[in-house]
């Protein structure tokens, strides 16, 4: 597999978009590359496997460069960068993009090949039309659930990398290796104090959080020589710091540190530690609720004393 230098365009080609394609079982596709280029990669995406390369081209001749030989027989190149491919089958959907062949890299919008209602109602066989409408919406919000939380995390290690050095490069599958974490609930109250702990045996760490639909936020690194972290915003100073070299602890918890956590470690290859969903208990939603009210009640007290010393016969009704 080719290393590629990791820049800080990696992480603006990530946001692309997705478009959907129609087509039927059997039926030949042709999906677009968007990049001016003469040489691509094209890659499959099929959650929850890892992606995979498929071929690449190659300006000097119309043969590609196959990664697997069996995909002569489904695939071919058109135009030098658009991905031709024959005889659809279960097999071939999925998310599809390419990607340049040189330094930065740069990914195409993502085209998500699917069947039509049609061809996917024949195979539902002994189910009802509602039974597998109903089936294959649910498929869907899967499938979008699961490829937006990998997105997410392929982020995270790029921001990472590119913040620890321009310099250094390492090879795809390991993001894909590090990125698949558990997740673990923990609880809090309103105004408390908490410590996330980092289960990585590491000296240095950063911590990253995630609040979707927001890109992750790196907060800080841990350096080992030095009790006080380096944050990358000084405004986390006043809420975040390290226990113990690698632990983060929160002081007065609002709204606003809700999310993902995650620490990493800061050389390569990457590896991220099971995230930490950090939200409020029932009696702290309830409670914010009761402060929420409690503002509007006080709103209408001083709008109808306004209104009183104004005119006493004009009152607001509650």
Same mark, same amino acid.
């Given at each position: 597999?080719?290393? $590629?230098?990791? +820049?800080?365009?990696?992480? !603006? ?7 959907? +394609? ?35 081209? $190659? ?12 995909? %002569?027989?489904?695939? =071919? ?8 491919? &024959? &005889?659809?089958?279960?097999?071939? *959907? ?14 195409? &919008?993502?085209? %998500? ?19 597998? !409408? ?7 919000? $899967?499938?979008?659930? $699961? ?8 982020? !995270? ?15 795809? &599958?390991?993001? *894909? ?22 289960? *990585? ?21 841990? !350096? ?18 390290? +226990? ?10 609002? =709204?606003?540190? *809700? ?50 010393? +104004? ?8």
């Amino acid at each position: 597999m080719k290393i $590629i230098q990791l +820049q800080l365009y990696v992480l !603006i080609c990530c946001r692309a978009a997705v478009s959907d +394609q129609l087509t039927d079982l059997g039926s030949n596709v042709t999906i677009n590359c968007d990049l001016d280029e003469n040489e691509v990669y094209w890659i499959l995406l099929k959650t929850p496997d890892p992606p995979t390369v498929i071929l690449q081209s $190659i300006s000097t001749t119309p043969s590609p460069f196959y990664f697997n030989t069996t995909f %002569r027989k489904k695939y =071919s190149v058109q135009f030098k960068r658009h991905l031709f491919i &024959n &005889n659809v089958t279960d097999d071939e *959907l999925g998310v599809y993009y390419c990607m340049n062949t040189h330094t930065p890299p740069k990914l195409s &919008n993502s085209t %998500r090949l699917h069947f039509t209602e049609s061809t996917q109602l024949t195979e539902c066989h002994n189910h009802t039309v509602v039974e597998c !409408i109903d089936q294959i919406q649910k498929q869907w919000q $899967i499938i979008i659930i $699961i490829s937006g939380l990998m997105i997410g995390l392929l982020l !995270i290690v790029l921001i990472v990398s590119l913040i620890q050095s321009s310099a250094k490069e390492f090879i795809l &599958n390991d993001v *894909l290796i590090c990125c698949r974490a558990a997740v673990s609930d923990q609880l809090t109250d309103l105004g408390s104090n908490v410590t996330i702990n980092c289960d *990585l045996d590491e000296n240095e760490v950063y911590w990253i959080l995630l609040k979707t639909p927001d890109p992750p936020t790196v907060i800080l690194q841990s !350096i080992s020589t030095t009790p006080s972290p380096f944050y990358f915003n000084t405004t986390f100073r006043k809420k975040y710091s390290v +226990q113990f070299k690698r632990h983060l602890f929160i002081n007065n918890v609002t =709204s606003d540190e *809700l999310g993902v956590y995650y620490c990493m470690n800061t050389h390569t290859p990457p590896k991220l530690s099971n995230s930490t969903r950090l939200h409020f208990t029932v009696f702290a939603i309830e409670k914010t609720d009761m402060l929420e009210k409690h503002i509007d009640d006080a709103d209408l007290l001083q709008t109808r004393v306004t209104y009183q010393l +104004q005119d006493p016969n004009k009152m607001p009704s509650q």
